[in-house]
């Protein structure tokens, strides 16, 4: 039996907008197909060794959680995370979490708090927040029966700009995304997946969820091959409902 180890890197301080929904979404899509996975939640104080995890996730987390968790993650848990993006680790991050997988956050009153460096992207932030609905189109999603289209939820004033060796998660169809400017949402850097859409992303977006549990059992197992389809009507109907609402 297949087994994936997931881990929810900080879920009381990065959280926000139903985060959490992303756990119970890869818990559940791997139960539902008889894949064991196990959740463990490591925070502040607690030891954090990634090689025991095939997931990890960091959600969001305002300006003030992000300061609060600084000193625990770059000096406690920064090596570790680093090598395990160098590793091929899978990771899901969202919005704050994101965020603080680059280099800094310069905040929009002017503090810049130094982050982990493990992808080559930053961010800076503005006055005016990026609130609403939005979709963005992911091409490495997209066959036959699906247009690729992500739905989700973003809040952030910070805007986030990419290095050269960062690939964004998508293209904007309506809504800001990274920054507002350059049409592009979120990021990919070998295995690690990041998105400022909250809302939670993975339980309305079942194609994404499938490719990370997909990317995770192929890294840890040498047999498999692919996921058995499940019966995604819910899920597709708020999906699809959603990306009318927001498209028009
Ligand atoms: N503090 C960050 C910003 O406002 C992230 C917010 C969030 O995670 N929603 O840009």
């Not at 960091?58 to 993006?85: F, H, P, S, T, W």
């Not at 310069?106 to 609905?133: Q, S």
């Not at 964004?168 to 990274?178: C, E, F, S, T």
């Not at 708020?238 to 609402?245: E, L, Q, S």
Request: proline share 2%; with cysteine.
């Amino acid at each position: 039996m297949y087994e994936l180890n997931i881990c929810h890197l900080y879920p009381d301080l990065l959280n926000l907008y139903g985060d959490r929904g992303n756990i119970i979404a890869l818990k559940m899509r791997c139960k539902w197909r008889g894949i064991n996975a196990n959740v463990s939640d490591i925070s502040i104080g607690d030891k954090f060794d990634a090689e025991a995890y095939d997931i990890i996730f960091l959600g969001g987390g305002q300006d003030y959680e992000q300061e609060m968790i600084q000193n625990d993650l770059l000096n406690e848990k920064g090596e570790e995370i680093r090598n395990a993006v160098k590793n091929d680790k899978v990771f899901l991050a969202i919005c704050g979490g994101y965020q603080l997988l680059g280099s800094y956050y310069k905040t929009w009153d002017g503090k810049e708090i130094h982050f982990l460096n493990a992808l080559n992207l930053w961010t800076v932030g503005g006055k005016e927040r990026m609130i609403g609905n939005f979709v963005f189109e992911c091409d490495f999603l997209k066959n036959d029966n699906y247009d690729g289209k992500i739905v989700g939820f973003e809040n952030h004033s910070g805007r986030t700009y990419l290095g050269p060796e960062v690939k964004p998660l998508g293209k904007i169809v309506k809504g800001y995304g990274n920054n507002g400017e350059d049409g592009f949402e979120g990021a990919i850097y070998k295995n690690v997946y990041c998105s400022y859409s909250h809302g939670s992303l993975l339980p309305k977006n079942p194609a994404l969820a499938d490719h990370l549990i997909s990317i995770a059992l192929k890294q840890k197992y040498k047999d498999f091959e692919s996921l058995s389809s499940i019966d995604d009507e819910f899920e597709n109907l708020a999906h699809d409902t959603m990306v009318k609402r927001i498209t028009g």
